[in-house]
């Protein structure tokens, strides 16, 4: 499959890197297939780019690696939905924003995904416990 990305040109992936989010994203009712590639050796952010549309990328992150005490909790509806018994059968990322104040991460609406399936969702917590807006702290030497 070849993804022609207006931020890296041609982009290829197999289709079973191809992940499908079944209801799109807030704002992107069309988005709905998704390849993620790294950003940088040895950062925790990667790019989710849109198969759908070329000019739409996503900066996302794994939430543990900057948020490690990050315990969301998915209801029963969700891991229904994306087929599993468990959240541990999950990948969970992290939309970022990107400003000149820094970078934060959106808590409150992180992406699942089956691995199994490619097949995810965003997922709005029921909980106002994680914010829209996580301040990112750089992971510490040793941690």
Do not use: K
């Not at 992150?61 to 315990?71: C, F």
């Amino acid at each position: 499959m070849r993804i022609e990305t207006e931020r890296f040109g041609v982009v290829e992936a197999d289709t079973e890197e191809v992940v499908e989010l079944q209801a799109g994203l807030p704002g992107f009712p069309a988005a709905r297939h998704f390849v993620i590639r790294g950003h940088d050796r040895g950062t925790a952010f990667a790019w989710m780019l849109c198969a759908d549309e070329p000019a739409l990328a996503f900066v996302i992150a794994n939430p543990w690696e900057l948020v490690p005490e990050y315990a969301p909790s998915l209801s029963a509806r969700v891991l229904r939905a994306l087929e599993v018994d468990s959240a541990d059968d999950l990948q969970l990322v992290a939309i970022a924003s990107l400003s000149q104040e820094g970078a934060t991460l959106n808590l409150a609406a992180p992406v699942a995904i089956n691995p199994r399936t490619r097949r995810g969702m965003q997922v709005v917590l029921e909980t106002d416990e994680w914010p829209t807006r996580a301040p990112v702290r750089a992971p510490q030497p040793g941690a």
